[in-house]
């Protein structure tokens, strides 16, 4: 309007046939909110622009549910009260003429949720576009042994239609390519293993199982189920328990966001429990735990080729779609995973007999928030009961006590949203499958060319 001289209707128009809007998150502190006092200084003429957009929508509204006010003030762009908001992702609603989800699931809560007043007034807006990533980087350029081995058995088709991938799937089943395939894991793993050795001076064993999580450090993505797993796999080296356990090398990595307390408090804990086990002469040759630092892209291009298991254990109903899980998976890692965000897909793709499921569905965790009694679950289970004896009895911060009282008396609040300890037998009993699954390493070749292929 102001630089071009349109009317408003025309702007308009023009506007909300231009502009498509994609969610990336249900987690309302990532939906943006900006004062409108801030922005009613800094930026008055789009202010302006703002309130009659949302003047005009709250008419639209009036005219469609006339005697519903509780509606207008829901879906307004500008929350009220003493501080007024410009809801932001409402504004992209409004302005957009498609609004997607980036996993099959978020987009159905987005629907059924966050979004259900928007979806009712316009349900031909909303629609599903799943993530991916480029096969150009995540596979070809990163690992091009294994590059090699797929173009040398199906041609080079894959690298601009993944689809022709597929056509590996047959060669699961020859006995010489499931050979030549892991021989390019381990080449992978070696060089994980000089990586990882470099920059933190801890040396991973080539045969063992290398299970890996990497990606933003946040308490939905659960880096502490997977710490409390390696702390009972420990507990259990340290009792002697260790009959048909197979070598295991967790690898952790990511970055927390500046202000999130909690999450440095997580990876405080990762390193503090590695200075321990990997201290531990009777953990030497069953068990390690790196946080790898300053984990970046250059780095996930050395740990995906090498990676065997894949930690995709976000509080199901969380995730909005994840991307790391396909880079893994793309790369012959098997997944342990709870059913959230594009593991779903993923597991659909692959086969449930080729994923290694854990937790409660989104349905589950919404119906166990009423009355979820963390502390029982800790009564009726020895195991998770020595692990958290562990953590409370100070074992990893003998010289600093009492520094993790906030993530274990979140771990044992009813309120917890994570819901960890309500997800941890089912997720030690899954790592017991995959512990055993490990042992046929015929096998889990079989179903790590599979992942690849799907």
Known sequence: MDEQGFEWDAAWKITTQCLAYTNHTLLPEALERWSVSLFSRLLPRLMDIIREIDRQFKVQL????????????????????????VRMAYLAIVGSFSVNGVAGLHTTLLKSGLFADFYKLWPEKFNNKTNGVTQRRWLSHCNPGLRDLVTETIGSDWQNDLSQISQLAPYADNAAFRQRWHAVKLANKQALIKYVNERTGVKFDQNALFDVQVKRIHEYKRQLLNLLHVIHLYDRILRGDTGGMIPRCVLIGGKAAPGYHVAKLIVKLINDVAVVVNSDPKAQTLLKLVFLPNYRVSAMEVICPATELSEQISTAGKEASGTGNMKFMMNGALTIGTLDGANIEIREQVGEENFFLFGMTADGVAEKRQGYDPNAIIAQDVDIQRVMNMLEGGHFNQTEPGI??????????????????????????????????????????????LNTAS
């Open 62 to 85: 009036s005219k469609l549910w006339p005697e519903d006010v509780a509606i207008r003030e829901r879906m307004s762009l500008i929350e009220g009260g003493d501080h007024p908001h």
């Open 404 to 449: 993790f009282n906030l993530l274990t008396s979140g771990l044992r609040s009813g309120y917890d949203p994570w819901m960890t300890i309500a997800d941890f037998r089912s997720y030690i009993d899954v790592q017991k499958e995959v512990n055993d699954a490990y042992k046929d390493q015929d096998n889990w070749n079989r179903m790590s060319i």
